[in-house]
């Protein structure tokens, strides 16, 4: 039976990214072969050569929000941070609060700009729906006062180029709280090489959850859980992965939040597709709508890790893991990129 000891591994501190590529897409890129069971690396703008005209590669067009929000509570003075989670109405919001103590209906916060807001309603485990001023001007203030939610492995406080860069070139749909990393490492240039050799390019939005953060409660691999994200599926995605599937093209996947959004979904809807998963992928599981995936290299003892190992085999990851410390790659959402055919 597997436990999350087995998701372990030594990481050095310096092999953390804290800053992205000073140019987008010059990542390293390591190709894991799962049938020669192989390991090489190449140039992240390579990836082209992996497709072909059959194949629809899929990507997630979830954009992040200025979601983290400084203040303190009203009358006490202490510090408390929020997270925006996902919004009710124009001015209601669910939220996490930190500290967890100060997640109490009645008590109130002050942010940047004059924002105040109220806890309406506690929902545990730190979560809360909070309300804001009911005027015009809350959804300027929210940009305003809020940061970009950088993960909490990266040691220093968000900048100006994190706005840019911890977000996809292809982003779109307001809502997620974290970057789908794995396609951080794209350029329009990259893209159009792509689809200049016919390539399929398909979207669906999943609004990545501070879940992705979270390290696993259970020790026995399958008592875990995930919380639920929002998804959207559009029928034009859904008919191309269909025609893919006729004509025996690659459905490749990029990051995990598509893996999971497609493992979550009838690829023969012919209708829209939206709804909230909490699917937790874990060996041993048997894919049914991803051939090859794109991803970054992972927190031990997550969930990401978990489903990568799923993907490829548990024991060549943690090999591919090891060579990939050994040749100093970098890790996490900055870091570089893993491509598993």
């Not at 034009?236 to 598509?258: D, F, H, M, P, Y």
Request: charged content about 25%; overall charge neutral.
């Amino acid at each position: 039976m597997l436990t999350k000891s087995d998701l372990m591994y030594d990481l050095p501190e310096e092999l953390i990214a804290q800053h992205p590529p000073e140019v987008r897409g010059t990542c390293r890129l390591m190709v894991l072969n799962r049938k020669e069971r192989a390991i090489s690396e190449i140039e992240f703008p390579r990836i082209s050569e992996f497709f072909s005209a059959d194949d629809t590669l899929v990507l997630n067009d979830t954009k992040v929000i200025p979601a983290r929000l400084k203040g303190i509570r009203e009358p006490s003075g202490g510090a408390v941070e929020l997270l925006l989670l996902e919004k009710i109405s124009p001015c209601k919001w669910k939220t996490m609060i930190r500290p967890g103590r100060t997640c109490r209906k009645g008590n109130v916060f002050i942010f940047d700009h004059g924002l105040r807001a109220m806890v309406k309603e506690e929902l545990g485990m730190g979560r809360a729906v909070v309300e804001f001023p009911s005027d015009e001007s809350t959804g300027k203030l929210l940009k305003k006062a809020g940061t970009i939610p950088i993960p909490p492995y990266i040691k220093r406080a968000p900048d100006q180029l994190d706005i840019v860069r911890y977000q996809t070139v292809f982003a779109e749909k307001d809502g997620a709280v974290a970057a789908p990393t794995a396609g951080l490492h794209f350029t329009p240039e990259i893209l159009g090489t792509i689809s200049g050799k016919g390539t399929c390019l398909e979207y669906l939005t999943l609004h990545v959850g501070p879940g992705t953060f979270q390290p696993l409660r259970n020790e026995i691999l399958k008592d875990n859980t995930m919380e639920e994200e929002r998804f959207s599926v559009s029928s034009k995605t859904l008919g191309s992965l269909r025609k893919c599937r006729e004509q025996n093209g690659k459905i490749v996947a990029v990051g995990t939040t598509v893996t999971r959004t497609l493992e979550s979904i009838d690829i023969n809807s012919s209708v829209e597709l939206s709804g909230s998963t909490s699917i937790f992928i874990h060996p041993p599981y048997k894919f049914r709508n991803v051939d090859v995936l794109l991803t970054n290299f992972h927190l031990p003892g997550s969930s990401l890790i978990s489903l990568v190992g799923s993907f490829a085999g548990l024991d060549l990851i943690m090999e591919a893991y090891k060579e990939a410390i050994r040749k100093k790659f970098m890790f996490y959402s900055y870091g570089d990129a893993m491509l598993i055919t």
